[in-house]
């Protein structure tokens, strides 16, 4: 068991780490860079702080940015105070290699499907999205390798079909919502109900399939 202290989301807003973004599950953070060269070096100086640290993040490097993901898995996966301490070395580590950070382009998909039997739709999903039935987290399936998005499943009452059973919930940096909103409402879609407004937002296609814009706020 790690002797660490799980955060709040108001505690890592309260954190000041300006170049990060929590989402469903983790700190995120996007920092550009001039080539894949310059991004692999910026990961090995971020592997280096992370052997000191004890914890290391998950990357992905593309020829213009380097994406990272800190969170601590102990009977699920959080934020704690070993995330934050390393999200600020990381910063540090770019701000001295005159890398910017681009947080409002953070974004993390789930996908959210409505059930009345959650206890008998987990292992089915988990195996089927990862390979393993024993990827399920609190009834949710994530895939420990980020290979595919991860599924929650919402409590409803037992209906008929047809019915829209999937939404898609897509995680956007809290202070990328609105903007997401608006284009997503310009391209046609409509927003349905903005009730539970920051913390999320429905809206629908033009055929109605509804989708959620989340962020961590007021949670």
């Excluded at 994406?67 to 910063?91: C, F, M, N, P, Y």
């Amino acid at each position: 068991m790690l002797c660490v202290e799980r955060l709040t989301d108001q505690q890592v807003l309260e954190a000041g780490l300006d170049d990060w973004r929590k989402l469903a599950q983790g700190l995120h953070a996007r920092f550009i860079t001039a080539d894949f060269t310059s991004g692999a070096a910026f990961v090995e100086a971020i592997a280096r702080v992370s052997r000191e640290a004890g914890h290391h993040p998950e990357a992905r490097v593309a020829p213009t940015w380097v994406e990272l993901k800190l969170t601590t898995e102990e009977d699920g996966w959080w934020v704690t105070d070993q995330d934050v301490e390393l999200a600020r070395r990381i910063s540090q580590v770019a701000q001295e290699r005159g890398l910017a950070a681009e947080p409002k382009a953070v974004a993390q998909l789930e996908l959210g499907l409505d059930s009345a039997a959650i206890g008998a739709q987990g292992g089915f999903w988990a195996a089927l999205l990862t390979g393993s039935a024993q990827r399920g987290v609190q009834d949710d399936v994530i895939d420990p390798d980020s290979r595919v998005p991860n599924v929650w499943f919402q409590e409803t009452e037992p209906h008929e079909v047809p019915r829209q059973r999937f939404h898609v919930d897509l995680w956007v940096a809290h202070d990328a919502a609105d903007e997401r909103i608006a284009v997503a409402v310009a391209a046609g879609g409509r927003v349905v109900d903005d009730g539970n407004a920051p913390s999320f937002v429905v809206l629908a296609d033009p055929e109605g399939n509804k989708a959620c814009i989340c962020t961590c706020l007021e949670r």
